[in-house]
């Protein structure tokens, strides 16, 4: 059986990341530990006046080869990896003049954050750590003896453990590290191989890893989707902006409901430039139940809201711009859960902090609707991974199939219907008006069925509102998915929608285009669809 409680006699240091370094490394030595080190992480113990060996010393071997050689050497692995109870081994350091290491503290070359930034692809090559990650898995199997240590913040921990057990270690604790050790590894390598995946065009590789770290602010959640679920989010190499790394201001913690709703609000909202319009999306379950665009964001905010006040009660709100003062002060006349814009003025800020369980995300920036990446779901047995849904509408492609083209009016609300139709669930049909949604019908089993939903939430927005029709008179439609029958088509114009944007490629398109010139409508094909489950 293992030991214990492990004396720390001996620790091997090298780090990328010196936060805290010369406070642990003194601490260490005072304590009588031995620090083993190398290249600028030695450097930086000595600099501080502490006492180190350099592993050259150890292995007689200098750093060599832009430093990609220098801890992969049998005194430093046999160190780690010796079984202290095992007499061979044992016998084996005594032989070898191979001295334990009873601490491992590592943290690895920083190749996910060069990922983020704009390197070459030589300088990623040369960010991808070889002896750091040997050492890391090595410790972590021998943890009956080792302790290893992958995060800065876990220094802390460390030395309280050394207190607690008069320099020495435990051996659970020495089994959560290697856990942990383990953990960041094959984080390390999973972004690696995705990036390599990539560069390669290699779309379905043999294996595929995906791995992320638990998010520092609001990582461990609550509960899930509900409280009988446990939960967390984590953050991965994708450089993209949104939820999970927007700064949170204010407000209770986020749910795992909340985070869903919130990154299906700013991706939504993404989709519209904001050098060319503002715009507003509040989210509820996932769905849109208001889009809007307009002069200000306070313009774009009531039209959005208009479309179904009801159901925006507790919902999420989603900027494309900064928020402002004016757009602040109407966003909190209603029960919001969530914020989550670009940026704030300082004035706006203090609007919401009157509500002080509203959470206020500042992301920095707006995610790229054309960016590339993954997306992941779980299935009995498996994984679903495919590309992002990043296709945008490109208006050349689009094709007028009926007697009549659509007006530039009209054109403008299709193109924005199709925009929003991309982020409701299927069968999706979203009437807009003006630069507003009129009516949204998501996810319903017959797409008949998502146009009467849509039409009856703008019946009831319109009796809520006092107006004397519903705003689905005079709007256009847009479909995810071409109409296989034209009862879907007929649906829509009875609902009063006078142009409609679809993928088309039904095999019965002529039947649905005949039906729409039979009313003097118009509609475009994009060729391309936006099925969402």
């Not at 936060?19 to 304590?31: C, E, I, S």
């Not at 050492?135 to 943890?143: D, E, I, Q, S």
């Not at 029709?469 to 995810?480: C, F, L, N, Q």
């Amino acid at each position: 059986m293992p030991a214990d409680i492990v004396k720390i006699g001996r620790a091997l240091i090298s780090v990328s990341d010196k936060a805290d370094l010369v406070d642990l490394g003194r601490a260490l030595v005072g304590r009588g530990v031995e620090l083993l080190s190398t290249g600028g992480t030695a450097a930086a113990l000595e600099e501080a006046g502490l006492p180190v060996l350099d592993v050259a010393q150890v292995t007689g071997f200098p750093e060599m080869m832009d430093g990609r050689v220098k801890t992969l050497h049998p005194r430093i692995h046999g160190g780690l990896l010796a079984i202290r109870a095992d007499p061979s081994h044992q016998a084996a350091l005594i032989a070898n003049d191979i001295a334990p290491i009873d601490l491992l503290i590592v943290n690895l070359y920083p190749f996910e954050a060069t990922l983020k930034r704009n390197a070459s692809f030589e300088d990623k090559i040369e960010n991808i750590d070889i002896g750091g990650p040997a050492l890391v898995r090595g410790a972590a199997k021998n943890h009956d003896d080792v302790a290893v240590i992958v995060d800065v913040a876990d220094y802390a921990a460390l030395l309280a453990e050394l207190e607690a057990n008069d320099g020495g270690t435990s051996l659970a604790f020495r089994r959560r590290l290697a856990q942990k050790a383990y953990a960041r590894t094959a984080a390390y390598d999973a972004a690696i191989s995705n990036w390599l995946a990539q560069e390669i065009g290699e779309t379905t590789p043999r294996w595929r890893a995906f791995a992320g770290v638990l998010h520092d602010s609001f990582g461990a959640l609550r509960y899930g989707e509900n409280p009988h679920q446990s939960a967390a989010l984590y953050l991965t190499a994708d450089a993209r902006a949104g939820v999970a790394t927007a700064r949170q201001v204010q407000g209770k913690a986020l749910s795992y409901n909340n985070i869903n709703d919130t990154d299906a609000a700013y991706e939504l909202v993404a989709e519209f430039d904001p050098a060319e319009t503002a715009a507003v999306a509040i989210i509820k379950h996932a769905n849109p139940c208001g889009v809007a665009v307009g002069s200000t964001l306070l313009d774009a905010y009531e039209k959005a809201l208009a479309c179904d006040p009801v159901s925006a009660f507790g919902g999420i709100v989603a900027l494309n711009r900064r928020l402002d003062v004016q757009a602040a002060r109407k966003i909190v006349e209603i029960f919001t859960e969530v914020i989550i814009a670009p940026e704030a003025d300082a004035e706006a800020i203090a609007i919401v902090a009157s509500k002080k369980n509203l959470r206020l995300m500042l992301a920095g920036a707006l995610p790229d609707p054309k960016a590339k990446s993954l997306t992941v779901r779980s299935v009995a047995g498996g994984l679903l991974v495919q590309d992002r849904d990043s296709g945008v509408l490109d208006a050349t492609a689009l094709k007028v199939v009926t007697r009549r083209a659509p007006t530039p009016a009209e054109m403008a609300d299709l193109r924005m219907a199709w925009k929003v139709a991309k982020h409701v669930k299927s069968n999706a049909i979203v009437y807009v008006k003006d630069g507003s949604t009129a009516g949204v019908g998501a996810g319903q089993m017959s797409r008949v069925d998502s146009a009467r939903v849509a039409a009856a939430k703008a019946l009831d927005a319109a009796q809520a509102g006092g107006w004397p029709e519903p705003r689905t008179k005079g709007s256009v439609v847009a479909s995810d998915a071409f109409f296989p029958f034209a009862d879907g088509l007929l649906s829509a114009i009875e609902a009063g929608a006078t142009a409609v944007i679809q993928p088309g490629g039904s095999v019965r398109d002529a039947e649905v285009v005949a039906a729409a010139d039979a009313a003097g409508v118009a509609m475009v094909f994009t060729g391309i669809r936006h099925f969402r489950h």
